[in-house]
């Protein structure tokens, strides 16, 4: 990890994944624009979905959540499957059985293979920044991004090299109850 030169910035391929960002984004802003503007035509389209999908959707949702790099985080599925009256328990076992799932398979595809898709999106200077931010910072911000809306990316932890044993035990378990009380506080 520590030879960043062999491995070069791709400005075409952050573009793209900027991108797709934005368009996430604005899909998202817009689907909150209409749901607000439509409320009861979209609460009812809403627990339609939940009902059709269920526990499973959760549970897909939660693992594609924490195993792609985003910004957004399963909470937000366990709070509206919960309002909508999926069983509070199920939902929040589902929620982490999902989310665990899809760290540690996020991880351990960084781990593996993820730097260079890592290298790529950053310039030497911001990738050594990172790496020295994480050496120094990596217990404190992997709990903070676990128990906070603050990005959780187990995908670039991973890359990072961050030990397994430290990626659970500041990574995993805490984001484990924060989903956990979370839910409970929610309901």
Not at 129 to 154: C, D
Request: hydrophobic share 50%; aromatic share 20%; proline share 4%.
């Amino acid at each position: 990890m520590d030879d960043f030169r062999k491995y070069h910035f791709n400005p075409a391929l952050r573009r793209r994944v900027e991108i797709i960002d934005l368009v996430v984004i604005l899909v998202i802003l817009g689907i909150t624009i209409i749901g607000l503007l439509n409320y009861n035509y979209f609460q009812g389209e809403v627990r339609q979905g939940i009902e059709n999908l269920g526990l499973t959707g959760l549970f897909f949702f939660s693992f594609l959540l924490e195993f792609f790099p985003n910004v957004f985080n399963p909470y937000f599925g366990m709070m509206v499957a919960i309002a909508a009256g999926l069983n509070f328990n199920f939902s929040i076992f589902v929620t982490c059985l999902g989310s665990l799932l899809g760290s540690v398979v996020g991880f351990e595809f960084g781990y593996r293979y993820g730097f260079r898709f890592v290298a790529a999106l950053f310039e030497y200077s911001t990738l050594e920044k990172l790496s020295n931010f994480i050496e120094k910072n990596g217990r404190i911000f992997l709990i903070l991004a676990a128990l906070t809306p603050l990005p959780y990316l187990p995908m670039v932890f991973g890359a990072f090299q961050i030990s397994r044993k430290e990626f659970w035990l500041y990574g995993i378990i805490p984001r484990m109850l924060g989903i956990i009380v979370l839910g409970y506080g929610f309901y």
